[in-house]
């Protein structure tokens, strides 16, 4: 079934339509959403950071924490795309990187609501730092859709990740630890 479901949003994302009119360079709003959080470091760690916490969490985490971040990064998205000032975002991305891989790192386990609350908080930076930064010509919705449906998948990676990486849980805090070392990295970048 993942697998499958691996297949079909590939395909999704590889469906672009025909731009056969000469002038026309606009890439398609699915497109570019999809591919922004792929392309850019801070958001991929982030994302798959995400995915690690609610591993470790376990039980309801594994839908509830990835559902907060996609939903208020959504929220973020629309406060960039209306030119709604959100401060410090690059140091928000930055943080949310060092603070999801240090939470996995030292094992910490946090209670839901808590967790959901803390990446939700961070997903506001990452939305808005995307829907900032929209192609022009792209149609918002589905650029929306396609930078959630990306960061959803590295949400699924992160948690798959952590999910084998439970069997010897000091190998899910070595990986975190190596997403927090490379967050403070992006402080330097």
Not at 73 to 100: D, K, T, Y
Request: charged share 5%.
């Amino acid at each position: 079934m993942f697998k499958r479901s691996i297949f079909v949003a590939t395909l999704l994302a590889a469906a672009t339509p025909a731009l056969a009119h000469t002038g026309i360079h606009t890439a398609p709003g699915f497109l570019a959403g999809f591919a922004h959080p792929l392309t850019g470091l801070d958001h991929t760690l982030a994302m798959v950071g995400v995915g690690l916490f609610a591993s470790f969490l376990g039980g309801r985490a594994l839908w509830a924490v990835p559902a907060s971040f996609v939903s208020m990064m959504l929220v973020g998205g629309i406060f960039g795309l209306l030119g709604i000032e959100v401060p410090a975002v690059e140091f928000g991305i930055a943080a949310s990187v060092v603070a999801l891989g240090a939470i996995v790192s030292f094992g910490l386990r946090w209670p839901l609501a808590a967790a959901m609350a803390l990446v939700g908080g961070f997903a506001i930076f990452h939305g808005y730092a995307h829907g900032a930064e929209i192609p022009a010509g792209s149609a918002a919705t589905l650029y929306c859709l396609g930078f959630a449906l990306a960061s959803a998948m590295l949400h699924g990676l992160g948690i798959g990740v952590g999910l084998i990486s439970l069997r010897h849980e000091y190998a899910l805090r070595i990986t975190g630890a190596g997403v927090a070392a490379a967050g403070v990295l992006l402080f330097f970048v």
